[in-house]
């Protein structure tokens, strides 16, 4: 159920996570190989520190996030573009689900990776994106395993 949910009722479950302002869904494609492939554009509204809330455009929190569900191995392949650092910023990952509690549960692990070609970017607004950022994908990833349980024990 879990699995599902994430795939095709994502910017629902969003509604319920402080942090994300929306989650509007582009695509969904089933491939040749049975993946599903889905592509989101998130847009974060994270609490900001007090120095960066001037400088923090919102392009800077909004991002496509590009997935191919795997139902073979219960994996989500993702890439996220940022729509303000589209070549400065790379971040990819996995996110895997796994039965647990005999079938009636699930246990979900993530693994990702955020890279940062900044070149002439001030050095202070890369510090603080880099704390936002490094932050805030695991944080919504947390919320929204937490957000889909809710989720689905709605009527």
């Not at 302002?21 to 889905?38: F, M, P, Q, S």
């Not at 009636?104 to 001030?122: D, I, T, V, Y």
Request: hydrophobic share 40%.
């Amino acid at each position: 159920m879990v699995w599902d949910a994430m795939q095709y009722r994502l910017p629902e479950i969003a509604m319920q996570v402080d942090d994300i302002a929306e989650i509007a869904g582009l695509e969904h494609l089933i491939t040749e190989t049975g993946h599903n492939k889905v592509i989101n554009v998130w847009k974060a509204a994270p609490p900001l520190p007090d120095f960066l809330k001037n400088m923090v455009q919102p392009d800077m929190l909004t991002w496509t996030d590009s997935a191919e569900w795997n139902p073979d191995s219960r994996n989500c392949f993702w890439n996220i573009e940022s729509h303000y650092f589209r070549e400065k910023m790379i971040c990819s990952g996995v996110t895997t689900y796994h039965p647990a509690l005999g079938g009636k549960g699930c246990r979900l692990s993530f693994e990702g990776e955020l890279k940062w070609h900044a070149g002439a970017l001030n050095s202070i607004v890369m510090q603080g994106m880099d704390t936002v950022l490094g932050s805030l994908i695991p944080s919504n990833f947390r919320k929204l395993s937490a957000a889909v349980e809710v989720f689905l024990k709605q009527p």
